[in-house]
């Protein structure tokens, strides 16, 4: 049994798939592509794969990852190949890689993602940056209600690193935020929610105006799951 | 607007190119009419008598026949099956390939639309659908293939297709599922030796409660078969079980209804013996009968609202007495389904006062609208009552004369007298022709892989 990583995009209309879709398009994509899939046992057999954490409904993914067994080696190139035909519009595989026996899954090779947000364009700069300092480093404890379930979120705590960039024309500027994966992580949603206001902006979350650029493992360095180094924010 | 009469691509394939040329809106027509099986509505004129009831029609071209005669594909090894169709991304309803296993079903239940004019029997051959199910699994990724025919289990080879077929899908681990099971120990057994059976409910239909009312309807099942099927069930792993039944049946009584009463508690205690003591699951779930066109109970109107509810709350009480779930359909939308079914084409104007009052996706309960509905009946100065509960006579003019599926009006005739006398009536595939017309009619046979069991 060999098993990979797939790297792939999920981008335009496919963004808009919710994890649960995506799951579904993947495994009946494998299944056409003919590769030679590893089955659980039991009345409901279904094939081995995992995901990295989900994107939220709207949300663009420039380098997720998926990790599948087959039950036999393949050249990468043909692989990719065979299921890159299966896959819609906005899905796409950029690389693939066979992982050493033993590696740790892909849920445990992550710990922080970037995300990238193109800010409304109704504030200036200087206006974006003053708001941006008090999320990151006020001394007023910001909190965000999540309304399913009303659980509380300290804004800041999941909250590694964030750099505006001024971009011009119609998205402004941009945010980049590196967030840690954790339970008292609050959810992207919470920190732009919290954001706007600061900035005085009346606009509200925009799922489709989010970009995860990348994912990562930070343990002093920063690590994507294809085992290479990353500077903070290199792509 | 253009109708095709069952099996479009019989008739679609050849003019299907010419459609998009420049022709005029009429001469289109006028070419389609030409084709065996369309239906060209506005070529024929309907006269309606003063009791509300179709008088005649006409066809109003010289070149055409009195009536539209469907078409049929007699060998269905080489008519077309769609292997590769869309995958939705999103969840939809039916998350399976499907594969026709044969057309067509001559058990004659005499309540059932399909049974009568999807007939003769035309099974495909284990070869095709080997080939056919290869293709979906390939083309689909579909983690389930269902056999969805009428009743599948009466295919006559299952024996040299069931263990190929389950080897084709061994590789890929897809599961082969049955949309319903016939009531009987051998199909449940089957059922369970299918790859991917889930262990959960088992569906069961035995439609009524008493065999005096199952033979009316046509129904060839008996209470030692439901027992017998029950008890395999619980052999086989199933832990809960579904039993359908139809309430305001032609010629049901008091007696009948707690007939369903009587089977649900023997079921109950075939289940428990079975199981050692154990309870076994019981939900059951009654709609209400819906007089269909084509079929021996096309002259019996349905039962009025009120009695019907008053039906399912009776059942409801003695099902739940013994400690089973009872479920019914909602018995508006039944009273609209039988409004419609039975309809002529004046029920144009209804449908559309609907659509226009914002009615859409009536199916889903938390949609529909009955009032709107109402009201639209009334704004097309129609009764829905008229076209529901009304029992025909049978020598009038049936809105649905002008299509012809090939069932001789003596065989539904023949059929509903003796449904009255609480006569059977055999299946036509073992062997005797019931002489319901359909085969001399267009030439063809019953088409069985093998002969009769
Ligand atoms: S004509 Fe006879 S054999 Fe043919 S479908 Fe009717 S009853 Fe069956």
Sequence with gaps: ?235 | MLSVIRQAKESAGAPGARLRARWSRRRLLEKLAGIPGVYIPSFYSVEYNKNGGVQSFTALRPELQSCVRRRLAPDLNDAFFPTAPVVPLAEAVHERGMLEVFRGCTRGCRFCQAGMIYRPVRERDPRTLLRQAREIIDKTGYEDISLVSLSSLDYSDLDGLLPALGDQCTLSRTGISLPSLRVDSFSVGVAQKLPGGRRTSLTLAPEAGTQRLRDVINKGVTEADLLEAVAAAVAAGWSAIKLYFMVGLPTETQADLEGIGDLVRKAQRAGRSARGGKKLRFSISASSFVPKAHTPFQWEGQLPRQQLTESHAFLRDLVKSSGADYHWHDIKTSFLEASLARGDRRLAEVLFEAWRRGCRFDGWTEHFNFDLWQDSFRAAGLDPEFYAGRRLSYDEVLPWDLIDVGIDREFLVREHRRALAGVATADCRLGSCEGCGVCPSFGVEPRLVKASR
């Excluded at chain 1, 990238?116 to 990151?136: C, F, G, M, S, Y």
């Excluded at chain 1, 690193?161 to 994966?181: A, H, I, N, P």
């Excluded at chain 1, 732009?192 to 989010?210: I, Q």
Aim: glycine share 10%.
């Design chain 1, 1 to 235: 049994m060999v098993e990979y990583r797939i790297e792939y995009s999920k981008t335009g209309r496919a963004r808009w798939l919710s994890h649960l879709e995506l799951v579904r398009t993947f495994t009946r994509a494998l299944r056409r592509s003919g590769l030679p899939l590893v089955f659980s046992r039991g009345f409901n057999p279904h094939p081995r794969l995992s995901y990295c954490p989900s994107l939220g409904v709207g949300v663009a993914g420039l380098r997720e990852y998926l990790d599948v067994d087959l039950a036999a080696a393949m050249p990468l190139s043909e692989g990719r190949a065979s299921l890159g035909r299966q896959l819609p519009p906005g899905l796409e595989i950029g690389c693939l890689m066979e992982l050493p026996p033993e590696a740790p899954g892909i849920g445990k090779t992550v710990n922080c993602a970037w995300y990238r947000l193109a800010l409304p364009p109704e504030q200036t700069v200087d206006t974006w940056q003053q708001a941006i300092d008090r999320l990151v480093c006020g001394s007023d404890p910001l909190y965000y209600k999540r309304p399913k379930d009303g659980k509380l979120f300290d804004v800041r705590s999941g909250l590694a690193v964030c750099r505006l960039t001024e971009v011009g024309g119609k998205m402004s500027s941009v945010l980049d935020l590196l967030v840690d994966f954790g339970e008292a992580t609050a959810p992207l949603r919470g920190i732009v929610e919290t954001l706007l206001p600061l900035a005085e902006t009346a606009g509200s979350y925009e799922p489709a105006r989010v970009t995860r650029m990348a994912l990562l493992h930070q343990n002093g360095g920063l690590v994507n799951p294809l085992g290479e180094r990353k500077q903070l924010w290199e792509t």
